[in-house]
């Protein structure tokens, strides 16, 4: 099932959820629409229990997201003081509450508030001519709302100098500070991404989530109140049925049946 809606594709494979920029004209630059279309197809895949994984990429082969349009008429930059949350807040605060894996297909140019959906992804595949910045200086702006997902995702001093001076990095630098799980030649990035989502197919859908969510949980705790929220957390795991099945398919020497329950 394929919809289109505010140029952004929305694409249901079995339990595979596939999001696409469809704006390659415009190096598939972000509009508030598109944004707002975004975190409501991800609020809903949060809910859908069936769910397994979201991919988002862009379309065509040269960007994955070159950032906010600039041009007159469809840049996100209007001052709205009325408007108490962005829709790049709106979208960042879904993906927060979603404990489905997402998934990066990072296929070209990343910029500015597509580094902001970028580390949004919980893995990100790159192909090696991928490019990622923060150029905002350079038009008399700071990434203000793409820290929030960038802090603890790059080492403080890179993410200085690409904030300060809106030099970009390449696919191999952002490999090698820990931004990328993966970067491939163009023509393997769509095989490395299927073989990714194999592997997280593999894996107990249960496991994943109730994981996924005690990873954002943690965020803010210190030592002591993670060891104690993840004590508690362990026990309520032992007790579902996938963990039930994990612990007698490895005995029995047999791939797991998971029922996501």
């Not at 079995?14 to 004209?25: A, F, K, S, V, Y």
């Not at 707002?36 to 988002?56: F, P, S």
């Not at 970067?183 to 109730?210: F, G, K, Q, Y």
Request: hydrophobic share 45%; net charge neutral; charged share 20%.
């Amino acid at each position: 099932m394929i919809e289109s809606r505010n140029e952004l594709r929305i694409e249901r494979q079995e339990n595979i959820l596939r999001l696409t920029i469809d704006r390659p004209h415009r190096r598939n630059a972000l509009t508030d629409a598109l944004m707002l279309t975004m975190a409501e197809a991800v609020g809903q895949a949060a809910v859908d229990e069936t769910l397994r994984a979201i991919v988002i990429t862009g379309a065509g082969d040269k960007a994955f997201c070159a950032g906010a349009d600039l041009t007159p008429g469809d840049t996100p930059f209007k001052p709205k003081v009325a408007q108490l949350q962005t829709p790049m807040g709106r979208l960042a605060r879904a993906v927060h509450a979603c404990n489905v894996p997402i998934v990066g297909r990072i296929n070209g140019v990343c910029m500015a508030g597509g580094m902001g959906i970028f580390g949004m992804c919980d893995i990100a595949i790159a192909t090696d001519d991928a490019r990622f910045g923060l150029p905002e200086v350079k038009i008399g702006l700071y990434p203000m709302q793409i820290l929030t997902v960038l802090r603890d995702l790059i080492p403080t001093r890179f993410l200085n100098e690409m904030c300060m001076t809106g030099k970009p990095i390449d696919a191999r630098t952002a490999f090698s500070i820990g931004l990328l799980n993966k970067v491939v030649p163009a023509a393997e990035l769509d095989t490395a991404v299927d073989a990714l989502l194999a592997d997280l197919l593999a894996a107990s859908p249960i496991a994943v989530r109730r994981g996924k969510y005690a990873m954002r949980a943690v965020e803010s705790m210190n030592f002591h109140e993670m060891m104690s929220f993840t004590e508690t957390a362990v026990v309520p795991m032992i007790q579902t049925e996938d963990a039930h099945e994990g612990l007698a398919a490895f005995n029995e020497r047999r791939p797991p049946l998971w029922s996501g329950r």
